[in-house]
């Protein structure tokens, strides 16, 4: 089965850092991923879909590249609502994965 | 206004059923694939089934292939997923999410609106 392997586990940053995360999957997978943002004790959001669609309703301050193997989700300046975990998910093929998370922290 | 409600879970013991549903509102149910996925508390998000659009395919994680059956009745805009031979490692809040397109598998498919989840608890 397919793996997508997120880095960083965990990010310390400030109000108005740039954050860039990672996602790199075992095999290609064309543009087939999404990103979510999950606040603490929240529902999952969409954010991204299609390596680099920006879901609407979502600020721009949130954008995806990628695409193939290596994958990334980048915040330009960090708000006070993004300290949060964020999750990938490839959808290219059954199993749907999602990687293991980056939880973004005050620092 | 996109609303996904869940039902029916609870406490149960290892080995035994349930069936978990999932009310939909505010969209075109029958118009888009639909999907479980699960979290246990404080950990990560783990893809469980999903099923397309006229229940024409459905896929399953490996951890629930065999035990978990994904259906769907779109007459009642409701989204069901049979759980039988619990295990505690099936232990989690299950969330109903709709899929941006008819089928998650035809290209940039995501989630894009998720239930409030429902908690299943397996123990003895």
């Known amino acids: 089965d397919l793996q997508l392997t997120q880095s960083p586990s965990f990010l310390s940053a400030s109000v108005g850092d740039r954050v860039t995360i990672t996602c790199r999957a075992s095999?290609?997978?064309?543009?087939?991923l999404a990103w979510y943002r999950q606040k603490p004790g929240k529902v999952p959001e969409l954010l991204i879909y299609?390596?680099?669609t920006l879901q609407s309703g979502v600020p721009s301050r949130f954008s995806g590249s990628g695409s193939g193997t290596d994958f990334t989700l980048t915040i330009s300046s960090l708000q006070p609502e993004d300290f949060a975990t964020y999750y990938c998910?490839?959808?290219?093929?059954?199993?749907?994965?999602f990687g293991g998370g980056t939880k973004v922290e005050i620092k | 206004e996109v609303q996904l409600v869940e039902s029916g879970g609870g406490s149960v013991q290892p080995g035994r059923s349930l069936r978990l549903a999932c009310e939909a509102s505010?969209?075109?149910?029958?118009?888009?694939?639909m999907n479980w996925v699960r979290q246990v508390p404080g950990k990560g998000l783990e893809w469980v089934a999903s099923?397309?659009?006229?229940?024409?395919?459905?896929g399953y994680a490996d951890s629930v292939k065999g035990r978990f059956t994904i259906s769907r009745d779109n007459a009642k805009n409701s989204l069901y997923l049979q759980m039988n031979s619990l295990r505690p490692d099936d232990m989690a809040v299950y969330y109903c999410?709709?899929?941006?397109?008819?089928?998650?598998?035809?290209?940039?498919?995501?989630?894009?609106?998720w239930g409030q989840g429902t908690m299943v608890t397996v123990s003895s």
């Open positions: 999410a709709k899929s941006l397109y008819h089928d998650i598998l035809t290209g940039h498919d995501a989630f894009d609106f």
């Open positions: 505010g969209f075109t149910f029958n118009d888009y694939a």
């Open positions: 099923i397309t659009w006229n229940s024409g395919r459905k």
């Open positions: 095999h290609g997978i064309y543009s087939y």
């Open positions: 299609g390596a680099s």
């Open positions: 998910q490839h959808l290219n093929s059954y199993p749907v994965t």
